[in-house]
């Protein structure tokens, strides 16, 4: 029988940060969502316009005797720009700042860990608060696997935010 586990990030666009952990060995779900705001079921553009405090987040379901959580952070941090403390490549405001919401002691540490890694090895002050999970509320089916649904909008995203190349 697998193991459960669930890890939670806020990585800016939840659509952007989607496809890295979509089709990982060992993750069985990604859900786009909201954390961190006290608001309970908030809506996208509350979220989006800053009137909630929440972050877009994204919940992975993994199991860990085939992913661990430590890789998943690493590709969390592959896919965002750490050293941005006011949004993420052209999205700004609170609800597109990073975060490692931990739901286990293990994860604290490792998400502490990891980025004092980073800072070391790249000299540079991150702005990735990692925070005790309170609460994650799942977005909009229309936000759920966008890249999928939307390929060619998505791309568009991705090379207008500043995320990839065009």
Not at 101 to 120: P, T
Request: net charge negative; hydrophobic share 30%; aromatic share 14%.
């Amino acid at each position: 029988m697998n193991q459960k586990e669930t890890a939670y990030f806020a990585g800016g666009c939840f659509w952007c940060i989607t496809p890295a952990f979509r089709e990982l060995p060992g993750v069985t779900d990604v859900v786009s969502g909201f954390s961190g705001g006290e608001e309970e079921n908030p809506d996208y553009l509350d979220v989006k316009y800053q009137r909630t405090g929440h972050r877009e987040t994204i919940r992975i379901d993994y199991d860990p005797s085939q992913v661990e959580f430590r890789q998943l952070m690493d590709i969390f941090l592959g896919s965002v720009d750490p050293f941005d403390p006011d949004g993420q490549f052209i999205d700004r405001g609170f609800s597109y700042t990073l975060a490692v919401y931990y739901v286990s002691e293990a994860q604290r540490a490792a998400a502490e860990g990891r980025i004092a890694e980073l800072e070391q090895t790249s000299g540079q002050k991150t702005y990735v608060p990692v925070e005790p999970f309170r609460s994650f509320w799942a977005a909009g089916e229309e936000h759920q696997d966008y890249y999928r649904k939307n390929p060619e909008a998505f791309r568009k995203e991705l090379v207008e935010s500043g995320r990839v190349k065009g």
